[in-house]
């Protein structure tokens, strides 16, 4: 009985059934479970949109039917371990390995003089108390700002409907804080990177917030060809950042400690959104928090 090469046009995994297509003749066999190799007692193969196989055929019941069913490579795509007991689970089912980039990969700086690790495309990295929490920043810049001889009103600007607010950057604020200019300096030789642009946020107090959103080098070309990471700076009262999965919905998050820096790459950032959480009225906490916001250029690993 000679051997057929042919591939999965489709496969229902919960009734056990799909089509084959030849490779030489186009033609179209149905195949069934029963007839897959491996469907042994203890295992359970799900055949994957595409796959290549070989097989044999037989006609049953007046269909031209694929049997005897085997990997054209070392191994089936998907072969899930079976439950041995009723209620029982086995904790692992998945026995091939899986060699895919990660949506996303933590990294934790554990230096205070440089970031010492290899930057891929999907890093975030946290780093605690990059700032000496005992300088007291938080109060440093709002003396400064404060003395600056600006107009408050003029300077602090409402960003997406009164959730938190933004420095205006046209006031040259910027001249009068030198503070700030100390922190760019520190996360630029930290992180060796070119910073390219730069914002002061403000949350007056707990209820203020900022939605899940995606940096401008996410959708603006000429961004992108210079930005490709984001460094976040928190002074102040301690805040939750999140971000949330493009396509699932699905949310991680990590404290914003004083003087702590939370950084993502380029990938991460049209892969995920990203946000301050607002939190809830009934912990309403007075206290301010000021980030710094520096997007700029760093050599990364591409993934």
Same mark, same amino acid.
């Given at each position: ?154 300077? +602090?600007?409402? +960003? ?136 700029? +250029? ?6």
């Amino acid at each position: 009985m000679s051997d057929n090469n042919g591939f999965v046009k489709w496969y229902n995994k919960e009734r056990g059934f799909g089509i084959i297509v030849d490779n030489k003749t186009n033609v179209e066999y149905f195949v069934h479970y029963t007839e897959i190799e491996g469907n042994q007692k203890d295992k359970f193969v799900s055949l994957q949109e595409n796959e290549h196989v070989k097989y044999n055929i037989k006609e049953k019941n007046n269909k031209k039917c694929a049997i005897n069913i085997r990997p054209e490579a070392e191994r089936f795509q998907n072969v899930q371990v079976k439950q041995f007991k009723k209620n029982h689970v086995r904790n692992t089912t998945e026995f091939t390995p899986s060699h895919d980039n990660p949506d996303m990969r933590i990294m934790v700086g554990d230096s205070f003089e440089s970031y010492n690790y290899p930057v891929t495309s999907r890093d975030i990295i946290i780093v605690k108390n990059l700032f000496d929490k005992t300088e007291d920043i938080y109060n440093k810049l709002k003396t400064e700002i404060h003395n600056s001889g600006l107009k408050q009103d003029n300077l +602090w600007k409402s +960003w997406h409907g009164d959730t938190h607010f933004i420095a205006d950057d046209h006031q040259n604020w910027k001249d009068s804080c030198p503070t700030f200019q100390n922190i760019l300096t520190k996360i630029s030789e930290y992180f060796n990177m070119d910073i390219k642009a730069t914002r002061l946020n403000h949350y007056n107090n707990s209820r203020e917030w900022k939605p899940f959103h995606h940096d401008a080098a996410a959708v603006k070309k000429d961004k992108a060809k210079t930005q490709n990471f984001t460094v976040a700076v928190s002074f102040g009262l301690e805040r939750e950042v999140a971000f949330q999965h493009a396509k699932n919905g699905t949310i991680i998050s990590v404290p914003a400690e004083n003087g702590s820096v939370y950084v993502f790459s380029k990938d991460v950032n049209i892969i995920w959104k990203h946000g301050i959480r607002q939190m809830k009225e009934e912990d309403f906490i007075d206290q301010g928090r000021f980030s710094v916001i520096a997007w700029g +250029w760093r050599e990364m690993i591409d993934l």
